[in-house]
């Protein structure tokens, strides 16, 4: 079932790692995802974004290095818009997704329990509707296996630093209005 106890070992300190972070990062409260949706609070996305920059550079560089081996998932826009929209409703109702879902069990919140027994449901719900979803859905739009890189031949590098340009950039202008906010106030 697992391939060693060092990878299950170094995916439990990674997870837990992870989730103390975001519990640190207060996005285990549901007020503060709540505050993202109402763009009242943007902890969210520079948690979020944060995240996606540093685990860029962690992937790219271990993949680099030969440490590991991508597995790219199928392009299916159609499957990746739907499935979006149902999580981010879903998001926005429960106010966690399934890291800070699970994060906030972790964190004492009794009413994160439903969050999750629901992510856990609508999982089962997928993977039971899997076989008439699969047509009808899963294969629409589907551009295989296509990532920035291999469509225009550029170094995944010039990606990873444009995210990091560009999440520099938001970081900037979020802290400008949330200085001007809070003088307002």
Same mark, same amino acid.
């Given at each position: 079932? #697992?391939? $060693?106890?060092?990878?299950?070992?170094?995916?439990?300190f990674t997870g837990l %790692?992870? @989730?103390?972070?975001?519990?640190k990062a207060r996005v285990t409260r549901y007020g503060t995802i709540l505050g993202q949706f109402l763009f009242k609070d943007y902890t969210v996305l520079k948690v979020m974004l944060t995240a996606i920059v540093v685990g860029g550079i962690g992937i790219y560089g271990m993949h680099q290095a030969g440490w590991v081996k991508l597995h790219v998932k199928s392009a299916q826009l159609v499957a990746n818009a739907l499935g979006g929209?149902? #999580?981010?409703?879903?998001?926005?109702?429960?106010?966690?997704?399934?890291g800070t879902g699970v994060a906030a069990l972790g964190d004492g919140s009794r009413h994160a329990l439903y969050a999750v027994l629901g992510m856990?449901?609508?999982?089962?719900?997928?993977?039971e509707t899997y076989s008439?979803? &699969?047509?009808?859905?899963?294969?629409?739009?589907? #551009?295989? &296996?296509? $990532?920035?890189?291999?469509? $225009?031949?550029?170094?995944?590098?010039?990606?990873?630093? @444009?995210?990091?340009?560009?999440?520099? $950039?938001?970081? %900037?202008?979020?802290?400008?209005?949330?200085?001007?906010?809070?003088a307002i106030a």
């Open positions: 079932m #697992f391939d $060693t106890m060092l990878l299950v070992t170094a995916g439990v %790692v992870f @989730g103390f972070l975001l519990q929209l149902i #999580f981010g409703v879903g998001m926005a109702l429960a106010g966690y997704c399934p856990i449901l609508g999982a089962g719900v997928y993977a008439w979803i &699969k047509p009808r859905v899963l294969d629409l739009a589907d #551009f295989g &296996k296509a $990532t920035f890189p291999s469509l $225009t031949g550029v170094s995944p590098w010039w990606f990873v630093t @444009g995210l990091a340009l560009l999440a520099g $950039t938001l970081f %900037v202008l979020i802290e400008r209005s949330e200085r001007r906010r809070a």
